[in-house]
Structures are given as C-alpha cells and as structure tokens.
C-alpha cells in the first residue's frame, strides 16, 4: 500500500493488488473458475478489497450457467441462450443488491464474445444470407463498443437489404460513436424518413435520438407516435442537418406513397391518427428534395413546388407550418 499525490491511501504496486488486477484480464478472457480461485486465494492470504465480493458473485452466477450453456448447439441457439441470460444476470444485479460491481465491463466483454461468435458460426454455416442475423451481430458488436466491426456488418447487410430503417438507424449510432457526425446524421435521417415505425427506438442510445425522443414525449406522444414525429421535431429544430436528394426511383415511389396517404387522410375524420405525422413526413423528404435540387434546375419550377408543399403542411398543422417555413425563407 502506497499514497498517492493527495496522500491518500492506494493498492498500485502490491502483491496481492497486482494480482487482483490480473483477474480482469481472465474475467475479459471468459475464465471465470480460474477469476473465482484467484478471489479465494486473496481472501485467504488476507486481501480486504471490497470489490472481490460482487466480482465472486458475479463468477459464480455465470459458472452455475456454464454447463447448461454448452448444451446448446453452437450458433443460434447457444448466441440466443446467452443474450437471455445476460438480461437475467442485470435482474440478478439488481434484485440480490449486488451494487456496483468493479469492472463489470470486463463481464460483459466475455459473454458477447461467445455471443457474437455463436452468430458467425450460425452465419458461416447457413445456407444463404440472413439479413437478420447479421443485423444482431451488429448489435451484440455495439453492446460491447467494437463499433467498426458493427459498421463493417451492417454495411455488409444493406447489400441484401438495401432500404432497411433498422440498418440505417444502427448505422446513424455507430457513426455517431464513431465521431462521424455527417453519416450519423444521414443515416439516422434516411432511416426515419424511410419508415419511421420499424425502428426499435430502444436500441438507439445517442444524445441525438435522446433529445428527440424527449422533444416527442413532452407534446404527450406515446409507443409508435414518438417514432413519426422524431423526424418532424429534427426537421423543426434542425437536427438532421445533413441532406441528400432522392435518387428517381426514390421520388417516384415517395411520390406515389404520398398520393395514397393523402387520399387516407382526406377520408379520414376526426381521428388521423398516424396519418398525420406520416403525412408531414413525406412533404418534408419532398420540400428538402426540391430545396437541395433548385439550383440544378428552373429555381422558380422548385420554389412553388415548396411553397405548395407548406401549404399542405399548413392545413394539417398550422404549428408546425410556422417553424417549418422560416427553415426554408
């Protein structure tokens, strides 16, 4: 034992410490029997480190597990197994008190490890491309901060699947963590405005979305509504700053979507519902296309096209027409 330059008392340099300190590189490697011995072993040389015991806890929560996990065949079953239990073992931190426990990082580190390699053996050994799968080996990667590998995969999976919100929304976290705020905020727009309903907002954890979510949920919005009007608080608030036109296909099929919306919403009575908000996201994709393509083309052809478009805006949420416009004067 040591002070440090506050004259504070410290475990660096002794035996015992050192030792401890080398359990986290086998906790990390998975080999927890070997971290359980290492703890008792300090005990009984007379180690008083209160982070031993929620470790020792931890070690033998997942050794009472080992034999039941290698009953699955490896791949699917055995990465699914796993992920079922890592959300037990955060339930079991949190009913038996176990409190903070010291590098629990290093816990988590080793199980993805065997998840995410379960999901490559599972991948490996099928038949063809699953979209899906490759999609919870991104998130298994993201759990555990290894962000480029799960950009590699997603990237990899939009091969197959070229307009999946969930890929884009991913994508949009990965590169926000990855410093890359230009294809964060791309990513993240293309996937709201591409179907804003089939993102899992659970996994999307950046301040960006954050924020967001917190704008919707303020104005009363619940489940599936926060996710339709993300997009419109981002365009109102400039968020999503960064912008790309629609390639034809793109417009084409906007196009076309936004007619049978529009035709729904007229039909409609009191309650729109989701029309509303699915609706206004369609006319801004449009206006932010008609705005970035202006200057390519007859500006005066795109500006009353714009201007048609906030009118629409206008006589479905006049609130809403009132932010929207100054972004475009």
């Known amino acids: 034992m040591q002070t440090d330059n506050n004259g504070q008392l410290t475990f660096d340099d002794t035996p015992l410490w050192n030792r401890f300190r080398e359990s986290f590189t086998l906790i990390q490697n998975g080999d927890f029997a070997k971290a359980l011995k290492n703890y008792n072993e300090l005990i009984a040389a007379g180690a008083d480190f209160p982070e031993i015991f929620p470790l020792m806890k931890c ?12 009953k ?45 390699k379960n999901f490559i053996i599972e991948f490996q050994n099928a038949d063809m491309t699953n979209v899906d799968l490759l999609i919870n080996l991104a998130e ?6 290894d962000f480029q590998k799960a950009r590699d995969t997603l990237i990899y999976a939009l091969k197959f699947r070229h307009n999946d919100p969930m890929i884009f929304a991913l994508l949009g976290e990965i590169y926000y963590y990855l410093n890359d705020q230009k294809k964060s905020l791309l990513n993240y727009r293309k996937a709201f405005y591409t179907d804003a309903e ?20 303020e104005k009363g919005f619940i489940n599936k ?23 034809a296909k793109e417009y084409h099929q906007l196009n076309k979507k936004t007619a049978k919306i529009e035709l729904k919403y007229n039909m409609a009575n009191k309650s729109k519902g989701r029309l509303e908000p699915l609706l206004i996201n369609y006319y801004i994709i449009l206006i932010d296309h008609y705005f970035i393509i202006q200057n390519e083309a007859d500006e005066n052809q795109f500006k009353q096209k714009i201007d048609t478009l906030l009118r629409k805006i206008k006589n479905i949420n006049e ?10 004067e």
């Open 225 to 247: 509504e926060i996710n339709l009007w993300i997009p419109i608080y981002a365009a109102l608030n400039n968020i999503f700053t960064y912008k790309e036109k629609l390639t």
């Open 72 to 116: 699955y065949e490896p791949g699917n079953e055995r990465a699914y197994y796993l992920l079922s239990q890592w959300n037990t073992f955060e339930q079991f931190l949190e009913d038996k008190a176990v409190g903070h426990v010291e590098k629990l990082d290093y816990i988590k580190k080793a199980i993805y490890d065997k998840i995410t």
């Open 198 to 217: 089939q993102i899992d907002l659970a996994k999307l954890n950046s301040p960006v979305i954050n924020d967001l979510k917190l704008l919707a949920e």
């Open 59 to 70: 070690m033998k929560y997942w050794l009472s597990r080992l034999e039941k996990i290698d």
């Open 319 to 328: 609130t809403v027409y009132n932010k929207l416009r100054i972004n475009y």
């Open 140 to 145: 298994a990667f993201i759990e555990i901060h």
